[in-house]
């Protein structure tokens, strides 16, 4: 099919659940075909045309590189580590993130950026979906269901403030160690493309 539409790009996320390394006592025979049948069609989509116009590019994320098979990481031909975000990243991943969310005006998003620091983007949209719900969770505890239900709508769109982003990054931790980014660094100076 995407040869067919080509030029086109395929996306296979999370690949290293799709194409672990092969040939573990526990793989099951059916994987090992898909893990075969994906490696056949990856060789083919190269080979099919020498037309530019015909391209077919397959783009696939991971967070467990070391988990890729060996014979799918060679026809992988570019590598690359994508860090965590900088303290710029941080503040626009917040800017987005709250974008439809009304925000106290003494909010500081680039403070709020400096304490995420160390945080990936899924965790940094955690943090701001608990900060944005904070003040209705305040507004509604204990509360029983009839008389949250007669509260006006305006009364739990209260805007997000300081106070909520310290509450929610005091529940919400990082996903990723520093140990985690060093065996990232280390695979992709073994195994990494520039």
Known sequence: MARFYAPSTIFIDEIDSLCSRRGSDSEHEASRRVKSELLVQMDGLGSATDEPSKVVMVLAATNFPWDIDEALRRRLEKRIYIPLPT????????????????????LDLRHVAKRLDGYSGADITNVCRDASMMSMRRKIAGLKPEQIKQLAKEELDLPVTMEDFMEAL???????????????????????SS
Do not use: T
């Open 87 to 106: 303290q710029e990243g941080r503040e626009a991943l917040l800017a987005i993130s709250l974008r439809d969310v009304r925000r106290d005006e003494s």
């Open 170 to 192: 005091a529940k919400c931790n990082k996903s990723v160690s520093k140990g985690d980014i060093q065996k990232y660094l280390a695979w992709m100076a073994e195994f990494g």
